[in-house]
């Protein structure tokens, strides 16, 4: 059907569409949704149209993930080896050459991970909106975690802001850059010119965060030990 062989293609029904979407995953597979009727060709063509964006967005998540070592748990931005032991009770540290876990015969990692990583991001963030919220008005309400899996953030209408706990493994850059994203949103609805100069009013540099976050940061949505 074309000339994607070394692509990992997966093409999906889509009777509701009108048009042939692409997409390429976090992980840096290339979804094809179809609508009814979309022949063999037309496939075809649209993927060969888009062909230069396909492989510029499949690099970019294998790159992305080659940065993620195995055994590897990132906080901040930093890379830290996870060294796990046997203990009486639960226990997260983290040092200056790792992330250390201790844990009892009958616990798992990953769930024992999750609640450290949430308590250090609902801490954080709150701290960065208090800070950046009086620079930018008006005051933001309270911030809760989520677990997305394709967002980062979001400003709710009454004013409370929403992020996934997966930011704490980004730079302390790329975390500021989401939150003053969100609390633009206080003032600005969409993402129109007014709204992106608001944001540089505060981060001049936005567009270098941005685009790591874009580039580099996918993995974090999924990642797991």
């Known amino acids: ?28 597979r290339v979804v094809v949704a179809v609508p009814r009727g979309a022949k063999r ?7 060969e149209r888009h062909r230069g964006w396909i492989e510029t967005k499949v690099a970019e998540r294998q790159a992305a993930w080659s940065r993620i070592p195995k055994g590897t748990a990132f906080f901040l931005g930093q890379p830290y080896p996870i060294r796990a032991e ?26 024992l991970l999750q609640v450290w990583y949430r308590e250090q991001a609902l801490r954080l963030l709150q701290e960065r909106a208090d800070h950046f919220g009086p620079l930018m008005g008006p005051a933001p309400g309270p911030v809760a975690l989520r677990e997305w899996k394709r967002r980062w953030g979001e400003c709710r209408p009454d004013g409370a802001l929403r992020f996934n706990w997966r930011l704490i493994m980004c730079p302390p850059a790329v975390i500021d850059y989401v939150v003053v994203h969100e609390l633009a949103h206080l003032k600005v609805s969409g993402h ?27 993995p974090f949505l999924l990642w797991q030990p």
Not at 10 to 17: K, T
Not at 41 to 47: E, K, Q, S, V
């Open 1 to 28: 059907m074309n000339k994607f062989n070394d692509l990992d293609l997966e093409y999906r029904l889509s009777p509701r569409r009108k048009s042939i979407g692409i997409q390429v995953t976090i992980d840096g």
């Open 41 to 47: 060709a037309d496939l075809a063509r649209a993927l």
């Open 86 to 111: 046997r203990g009486d009770r639960t226990a997260v540290s983290l040092t200056e050459n790792a992330l250390r876990v201790s844990l009892p015969p009958s616990a798992e990692l990953w769930p």
């Open 192 to 218: 129109n010119p007014s709204f992106w100069a608001l944001v540089a009013e505060v981060l001049p540099d936005y567009a270098h965060r941005r685009r790591w976050l874009n580039q580099t940061g996918a």
